[in-house]
């Protein structure tokens, strides 16, 4: 949990709240799913003032595409990824594979968020904000301003535009002994310019797109 708390950058003072954030309701009660449903709406609520700040000519329509491509469950995913949240999770029986994972990559997605509330009941907006905005920093720094597409699909266009070709993803796939499972490269004109990792594939390219884009600026 220390551990945890240090990826996070937030020592609870509360902490069993942290203890329920983690924890499935297959596995005990209280579980996550009251602090999931804060935890969402506290994420959504950063996010959409953060590109509200960062877009100020940008309409509605697109900043709320911009949102949901960035609180989306491989966003998520990938922010679980850096905060090593499935090794600390609690489930019921048959929720973890043979190698000690965590089945169903939603749950894992659904506990960052509970976190997230719990970070906000345990120490209020600023706090929350603070976290929030340093786990999706990449993230926001990738998103397009202009029409809220992911960075796969704005690397692509760019690529194509420049007479490049299309990306070309390598994509190692380590078994579900791993942790993550999916790596992946990102090449432009046959040279390897970002590197992901994630419990799927689509994770991992897009993290790989999202080093690329910020290389690149398209």
């Known amino acids: 949990?220390?551990?945890l708390e240090g990826r996070i950058g937030h020592t609870f003072s509360n902490a069993n709240i942290l203890q329920q954030a983690l924890t499935h309701a297959?596995?005990?009660v209280p579980h996550m799913e009251r602090l999931e449903f804060l935890g969402d709406a506290v994420l959504g609520g950063v996010i959409a003032e953060e590109l509200y700040r960062r877009f100020p000519e940008v309409e509605e329509g697109v900043l709320t595409r911009m949102r949901a491509a960035?609180?989306?469950?491989?966003?998520l995913l990938i922010v679980a990824r850096k905060w090593a949240v499935d090794?600390?999770?609690?489930v019921g029986p048959?929720?973890?594979?043979s190698r000690n994972r965590v089945r169903a990559a939603s749950i894992t997605a659904n506990a960052v968020e509970a976190v997230i509330g719990a970070v906000f009941l345990d120490a209020g907006w600023v706090t929350a904000r603070e976290i929030v905005l340093r786990a999706w920093k990449n993230c926001l720094e990738a998103v397009n301003d202009n029409d809220g597409r992911d960075a796969k699909t704005r690397l692509?266009?760019?690529?194509?535009?420049?007479g490049w070709g299309l990306?070309?993803?390598?994509?190692?796939?380590?078994?579900?002994?791993?942790?993550p499972r999916f790596a992946a490269r990102c090449l432009v004109r046959g040279?390897?310019?970002?590197?992901g990792r994630g419990e799927r594939k689509k994770v991992a390219e897009l993290e790989a797109a999202q080093q690329v884009c910020q290389t690149l600026n398209p």
């Open 1 to 3: 949990m220390h551990e």
């Open 26 to 28: 297959s596995a005990h």
């Open 70 to 75: 960035l609180v989306c469950r491989d966003g």
């Open 87 to 90: 090794s600390l999770l609690r």
């Open 94 to 97: 048959g929720e973890r594979d």
């Open 156 to 162: 692509q266009e760019y690529t194509q535009a420049q």
């Open 167 to 179: 990306p070309e993803y390598i994509v190692t796939d380590y078994g579900v002994e791993h942790k």
């Open 191 to 195: 040279e390897p310019m970002g590197e």
